[in-house]
C-alpha cells in the first residue's frame, strides 16, 4: 500500500522529523513527530537517556512517578531510565515548561501533538506525569479509504494506545484536503490538533473547536452544527450519554459522524447502557408464540430500538489489523439473535498491501447476557448445541486417573453425545446438501415466495402438506413474489420500494392462521379454491395427526357439512382444551364460517355460525 499522493512536504507541513527519532518511513505510512520539543520539558538527565536510547523513534510514553524511577514505555516494553527516583523538583521542572492543564488534567506543549497528563494528590498538588507521545501518521487509513470516501458515518473502538486518535487525524486530513469537505473537529483535550491556538498541520484544511471543559462537549458538537455548517464532524472518545444524544442529532441533520469510543468491540457498546445509543439502543419486547418458535428464542428478547448513529464500525484489534462492519445494523441484529455476525478483516501483509478476508455469519454456541437458553433450544440442538454442556477434548489435553465408576460414566455420556450429534449432524446435512427444485411435485413451475411476518412452520406445512410447487426464499432479489402479514406490510415502507423497483408482486394475508395461508397461496398459484365445501386435509390443521385431535377435528367437519352449511343452523361442539379448539376454530375459518368458544373451564366449547 503506497503512500498517498497528498503527503504533505516541508512546505506544507512543517513537523519535519527531529534528528532524535528521525523520519520512521515505511510503505504503509510516513511519521513525522517532534520529539525534542517532549525531551525539552523532561528533566536534563531523563531526556538525556532517552536521546541515546537505540529505540527512541519508538518510545510511546514516559512516566515520572514521585518517589520511583522514570520509566519510558517502547513498542516492545518498559525499560528504568535512572536508578535515581523522581523528585518534586523534577515533577515541577516538567509542569513550568507544559500549558495549562484543564479539568480533565491535561496539558499539551503547543505546536505539537504531544500529551502531559498529571496524576494529583487530595491536596492538588501533582505527583506523576504520564508524557505521551504524539504523532502525525501520514497513510494510516489505507485500510479504510474506500470506506471514509463513501461519505457514511464511522465509528473506531479499540483498546488505549491501538491509534484511534492517530486514525481520526488522518481521516480529517484526507476528508479535508483530498475530497475537500467542510471538516469540523471537536477536540476536547487537544490531543487531535494539538495545544495552543493554533491547530497542528497534520489536520490539514480541517477546522478544530476546542472545549473549555470536558462536560461541555457535547453543547460544542451542537454548535458546531448550529453555527460553522460543517459536512464532517470528527469526535474523539464519545464517553457520556449527553455525548451519545449529540451523535444522534448531529446524524439525523445529515451531517457525517467520524469518532471513537469507549470498548473494544462492538459486543461491548451493546451491553454498555450509556453508549448503546450509537448503535440504535436496545429495548425488550415480547414475541408472538409463531414468532418466537420461528427464531427458537424465548418469548421476551433485546432488539435494536432505532437506527444506528453510524453505519459503519471499525473494530481496531491492532495497528495494522481492524475489523471492518459495514453494516453496523444487521450486526447489532445479528449478536440480539445470538448469531456470530458476518465479519470483514483488513490487515496488512510485509509487502505494505492490504489484505481482506471475510468471514460468514454462524450461529454462536451461548445468547447475548449469557440468558439461560430457551426450551426450543435445547429440542433444536439438544444441551450439547445449547452451550449448556460442552464436548470433551479428545487427544489434546492429558487427562489425570479416574475411577471405574468416572469412566463407565464418561462412556455412557459420549454414547449419548455421539448419536445425538449423529441425529443433529443427519438433519443438517440433508437439509443443507438438499438441492433446490427445479419443477414442482407434478412438474409445475416452481414459485419462489420472499415470507415477511409470516411462521415459517405454518408454510412449511402447508407446502408441504398440499404438496405446492413453492419454494420459501431468504433472498428478496430470487423471488418471484412477497408473501407478508399485511399489518406488517402497512408499516414497512422500504419493502413496498423494493418491491416496486423489482416489480414483485406482494400478496398479503389478514392473520398468521392456517386457513388464510392457504387460500392465498393457492390464489399466487391460480389454484381454483372455489371448492370450500370439499372435504379439506386435517393433516393441515392437526399436525401431530394425534388421536384426540383428529376426533375433534372431524366431528367439526361433520357439524359443518351436514349442518350448519344444509341447514343453516348453528352447532354446538363437545368440551375441548384450549389448543383443540384453536384447531377447530382454524377449520371453521377453512369453511368460511364464524365460530366462538364460550362456557367455563372444563366444559368450555365451541359454537359454529352459518354464514
Known amino acids: 500500500m503506497a503512500l498517498h499522493n497528498d503527503t504533505p512536504s516541508v512546505d506544507s507541513a512543517p513537523v519535519a522529523p527531529n534528528p532524535v527519532s528521525g523520519q520512521?518511513?515505511?510503505?504503509?505510512?510516513?511519521?513525522?513527530?517532534?520529539?525534542?520539543?517532549?525531551?525539552?520539558?523532561?528533566?536534563?538527565?531523563?531526556?538525556?537517556?532517552?536521546?541515546?536510547?537505540?529505540?527512541a523513534d519508538q518510545l510511546?510514553?514516559?512516566?515520572?512517578?514521585?518517589?520511583?524511577?522514570?520509566?519510558?514505555?517502547?513498542?516492545?516494553?518498559?525499560?528504568?531510565?535512572?536508578?535515581?527516583?523522581?523528585?518534586?523538583?523534577?515533577?515541577?521542572?516538567?509542569?513550568?515548561?507544559?500549558?495549562?492543564?484543564?479539568?480533565?488534567?491535561?496539558?499539551?506543549?503547543?505546536?505539537?501533538?504531544?500529551?502531559?497528563?498529571?496524576?494529583?494528590?487530595?491536596?492538588?498538588?501533582?505527583?506523576?506525569?504520564?508524557?505521551?507521545?504524539?504523532?502525525?501518521?501520514f497513510g494510516t487509513i489505507g485500510l479504510i479509504q474506500d470506506l471514509v470516501e463513501r461519505g457514511q458515518s464511522i465509528l473506531m473502538l479499540g483498546r488505549p494506545g491501538v491509534g484511534k486518535t492517530t486514525a481520526?487525524?488522518?481521516?480529517?486530513?484526507?476528508?479535508?484536503?483530498?475530497?475537500?469537505?467542510?471538516?469540523?473537529?471537536?477536540?476536547?483535550s487537544n490531543e487531535i490538533a494539538g495545544d495552543g491556538d493554533i491547530p497542528h498541520p497534520a489536520i490539514g484544511r480541517a477546522r478544530r473547536m476546542q472545549v473549555a471543559k470536558p462536560e461541555l462537549q457535547h453543547q460544542v458538537m451542537i454548535e458546531a452544527v448550529e453555527n460553522h455548517m460543517p459536512e464532517v464532524i470528527v469526535i474523539d472518545e464519545i464517553g457520556t450519554e449527553l455525548e451519545a444524544t449529540a451523535a444522534r442529532t448531529i446524524a439525523e441533520r445529515g451531517v457525517q459522524l467520524v469518532g471513537t469510543a469507549h470498548g473494544?468491540?462492538?459486543?461491548?457498546?451493546?451491553?454498555?447502557?450509556?453508549?448503546?445509543?450509537?448503535?440504535?439502543?436496545?429495548?425488550?419486547?415480547?414475541?408472538?408464540?409463531d414468532e418466537a418458535r420461528r427464531r427458537r428464542s424465548q418469548k421476551s428478547v433485546l432488539e435494536r430500538k432505532a437506527p444506528p448513529t453510524f453505519d459503519i464500525a471499525v473494530e481496531m484489534?491492532?495497528?495494522?489489523?481492524?475489523?471492518?462492519?459495514?453494516?453496523?445494523?444487521?450486526?447489532?441484529?445479528?449478536?440480539?439473535?445470538g448469531q456470530q455476525p458476518a465479519i470483514q478483516t483488513r490487515s496488512v501483509d510485509a509487502a505494505g498491501e492490504v489484505v481482506v478476508t471475510n468471514e460468514a455469519a454462524k450461529l454462536k454456541t451461548a445468547p447475548l447476557k449469557g440468558r439461560s437458553p430457551s426450551r426450543a433450544q435445547l429440542q433444536a440442538g439438544g444441551w450439547r448445541a445449547s452451550g449448556r454442556m460442552v464436548p470433551p477434548q479428545r487427544g489434546t489435553v492429558e487427562r489425570l486417573p479416574?475411577?471405574?465408576?468416572?469412566?463407565?460414566?464418561?462412556?455412557?455420556?459420549?454414547?449419548?453425545?455421539?448419536?445425538?450429534?449423529?441425529?443433529?449432524?443427519?438433519?443438517?446435512?440433508?437439509?443443507?446438501?438438499?438441492?433446490?427444485?427445479?419443477?414442482?411435485?407434478?412438474?409445475?413451475?416452481?414459485?419462489?415466495?420472499?415470507?415477511?411476518?409470516?411462521?415459517?412452520?405454518?408454510?412449511?406445512?402447508?407446502?408441504?402438506?398440499?404438496?405446492?410447487?413453492?419454494?420459501?426464499?431468504?433472498?428478496?432479489?430470487?423471488?418471484?413474489?412477497?408473501?407478508?402479514?399485511?399489518?406488517h406490510v402497512k408499516h414497512h415502507s422500504k419493502l413496498r420500494h423494493i418491491a416496486k423497483v423489482r416489480e414483485l408482486p406482494i400478496h398479503t394475508v389478514k392473520s398468521n392462521s392456517m386457513p388464510q395461508i392457504v387460500r392465498t397461496l393457492q390464489r399466487m398459484l391460480d389454484i381454483d379454491d372455489g371448492s370450500v365445501h370439499a372435504m379439506p386435509n386435517l393433516s393441515l390443521f392437526s399436525p401431530n395427526e394425534d388421536a384426540d385431535e383428529l376426533e375433534a377435528l372431524e366431528e367439526a367437519r361433520l357439524a359443518v357439512e351436514?349442518?350448519?352449511?344444509?341447514?343453516?343452523?348453528?352447532?354446538?361442539?363437545?368440551?375441548?382444551?384450549?389448543?383443540?379448539?384453536?384447531?377447530?376454530?382454524?377449520?371453521?375459518?377453512?369453511?368460511?364460517?364464524?365460530?366462538?368458544?364460550?362456557?367455563?373451564?372444563?366444559n368450555r366449547r365451541l359454537r359454529i355460525y352459518p354464514a
Request: glycine share 6%; charged share 25%; net charge negative.
Open 317 to 337: 484489534l491492532e495497528r495494522q489489523r481492524w475489523v471492518i462492519h459495514e453494516d453496523v445494523a444487521v450486526t447489532v441484529d445479528s449478536l440480539l439473535r
Open 264 to 289: 473494544n468491540q462492538l459486543e461491548n457498546l451493546i451491553k454498555n447502557p450509556t453508549l448503546s445509543d450509537l448503535v440504535g439502543g436496545i429495548q425488550s419486547v415480547t414475541l408472538g408464540d
Open 402 to 487: 479416574v475411577s471405574a465408576e468416572q469412566q463407565s460414566f464418561e462412556a455412557m455420556l459420549d454414547r449419548s453425545l455421539n448419536e445425538d450429534e449423529m441425529v443433529y449432524a443427519a438433519a443438517g446435512e440433508s437439509l443443507a446438501l438438499a438441492p433446490e427444485p427445479t419443477v414442482g411435485p407434478n412438474g409445475e413451475d416452481i414459485l419462489r415466495v420472499y415470507s415477511y411476518g409470516i411462521s415459517k412452520h405454518h408454510l412449511d406445512q402447508v407446502i408441504a402438506t398440499l404438496r405446492l410447487p413453492v419454494v420459501l426464499t431468504k433472498d428478496l432479489d430470487g423471488a418471484d413474489a412477497v408473501l407478508a402479514l399485511r399489518s
Open 60 to 137: 510511546i510514553e514516559v512516566i515520572l512517578d514521585l518517589g520511583r524511577r522514570p520509566e519510558a514505555r517502547f513498542l516492545s516494553g518498559a525499560e528504568y531510565l535512572s536508578e535515581q527516583v523522581v523528585t518534586k523538583d523534577d515533577l515541577q521542572h516538567c509542569v513550568d515548561r507544559v500549558g495549562y492543564f484543564g479539568g480533565d488534567n491535561r496539558a499539551g506543549i503547543e505546536k505539537t501533538l504531544h500529551r502531559i497528563s498529571a496524576m494529583r494528590n487530595r491536596s492538588g498538588d501533582v505527583i506523576g506525569l504520564t508524557c505521551r507521545v504524539g504523532r502525525a501518521v
Open 168 to 188: 481520526l487525524r488522518e481521516i480529517a486530513r484526507v476528508l479535508a484536503d483530498d475530497l475537500e469537505r467542510r471538516v469540523v473537529i471537536i477536540d476536547t
Open 562 to 602: 351436514q349442518i350448519v352449511i344444509p341447514k343453516g343452523q348453528p352447532v354446538e361442539l363437545l368440551p375441548r382444551s384450549a389448543r383443540i379448539r384453536k384447531m377447530q376454530h382454524e377449520l371453521a375459518e377453512h369453511y368460511r364460517l364464524k365460530s366462538s368458544s364460550f362456557g367455563d373451564e372444563p
Open 24 to 55: 520512521a518511513s515505511t510503505a504503509q505510512a510516513a511519521v513525522y513527530d517532534d520529539l525534542q520539543a517532549l525531551l525539552s520539558m523532561l528533566p536534563p538527565d531523563t531526556a538525556a537517556q532517552i536521546q541515546r536510547h537505540e529505540q
